[in-house]
């Protein structure tokens, strides 16, 4: 009996092995990724980086059935600082740097694609920067706004240049990967990385909008790697959802059900589809981004082990400061 024959019980494609195996030269080596198949003759495996593996089954000298998720750090434990640095390829469209602040625009579509995510130094004095702010947002026609982290240094200096609330503030919410994996994925849960005609239609009946369509698509596949889950249910999905990997982080937004299909935990079941897919490719933490006043959202992402991380809040100069 070979070393993967051993393992009890059986793998099953989808599961994740480390393969200890003889290489031509004598010497070993490892490898560790989701099983894709196990031939008579052959192992394949898929890698977090997507490469597949195929290892001699001879050659293998230890086979051994690893967590689909490997357990992370607490993301509690994590800056704020750090998380909106990681999180801002979550929803892009066009950026230019300043320092470390990230100067958004995007047709006017949602208040993060059209922001300046003023976290960190941004390299210049700031009421130099303050001005960039306002000139950017000017030539690419919408209106001037910085995302703040609230009680962050940045927000302080803002409200003393005047500037003020524009939207309610937003929660952000993370929980480990491990955690989140412990619940099976839903094997009517597809993860695509490309964008699907099903998935786009999805998209429209989640946000309808008459945003340029390419601009959109942008936001939507422009920094993969990303994921777009769903439920079908003959030609069009009932549920649907994107998760947005940046370092270890998974992103998770664009949660959706079908008015005729809501209260059956489909979003749920997207949720942990989005969890295992990134979990595959190293993700481990996940982050939610949840408007303040929204109690239900809260209340249902507390069930699933979600806790608050920090809150950010989007500023815009008032009349007369502008």
Sequence with gaps: MDAVARITPTPEPGERLVLRHRLPDGSATDVLGVLVSAEENLIIVRTRDDRVVEVDRAAVILAKRVPSISRGPDPLRVPA???????????????????????????????????????????????????????????????????????????????????????????????????????????????????????WQAYHAYRPSDVDPDLLRTMLTGHPPYGLAGIAHGDRLIASGRGQISQDWLGIAALWTDPDHRRQGLATEVLIGLVHWAGAKGARSAYLQVAQENTDAHQAYQRLGFQLHHTYRYLRPTPTTH
């Design 81 to 199: 600082e750090e998380l909106e640095q990681a999180a801002v390829h979550g929803w892009i469209a066009y950026a230019e740097r300043l320092g470390a602040w990230w100067l958004r625009a995007g047709g006017g579509f949602t208040g993060r694609a059209n922001s300046c995510l003023a976290v960190g130094d941004p390299g210049v004095p700031f009421d130099q920067a303050a001005r960039r702010v306002v000139d950017f947002a000017a030539e690419h026609g919408i209106a001037p706004q910085v995302q703040v982290i609230d009680g962050s240094a940045p927000e302080r200096r803002f409200r003393e240049l005047g500037w003020a609330d524009t939207y309610l503030p937003t929660d952000v919410m993370v929980q480990r990967l491990s955690d989140l994996g412990t619940r099976p994925a839903d094997p009517r849960v597809m993860v695509e990385e490309q964008l699907t005609d099903a998935w």
